[in-house]
């Protein structure tokens, strides 16, 4: 069983920053591919970004390109999303998601496991 837990949100002005953790407790075969997603009010849950553990090929939502960045440490089973340059657009609880198969998906309903989220809130 994988246990995910975000950490790193947080309240920040318009073009700062903020790094996103999610600690993963699980096994290798439940977080081949790792992804963040976040979830404003009133609205559906959406893509930002995604990374297979295995290789650490990336895929960007297009409203991140440029200013967010995932990486991971294989080490620490940590996966992290790097937040530059934020919009207050960004505002919005952001969950990690890990999936048993190494293929990158940009879908929700691909993700079986799922962090608790953690608030970022980009003021103006």
């Known amino acids: 069983q994988v246990q995910l837990v975000e950490s790193g949100g947080g309240l920040v002005q318009a073009g700062g920053s903020l790094r996103l953790s999610c600690a993963d407790s699980g096994r290798t075969f439940n977080r081949l591919t790792m992804g963040w997603f976040r979830q404003s009010p009133g609205k559906e849950r959406e893509f930002v970004a995604a990374i297979s553990w295995i290789g650490g090929r990336t895929y960007y939502a297009d409203s991140v390109k440029g200013r967010f960045t995932i990486s991971r440490d294989n080490a620490k089973n940590t996966l992290y999303l790097q937040m530059n340059s934020l919009k207050p657009e960004d505002t919005a609880v952001y969950y990690c998601?890990?999936?048993?198969?190494?293929?990158?998906?940009?879908?929700?309903?691909?993700?079986?496991?799922w962090g608790q989220g953690t608030q970022v809130t980009v003021s103006s």
């Open positions: 998601a890990a999936r048993s198969d190494n293929r990158i998906s940009i879908y929700t309903k691909d993700y079986g496991s």
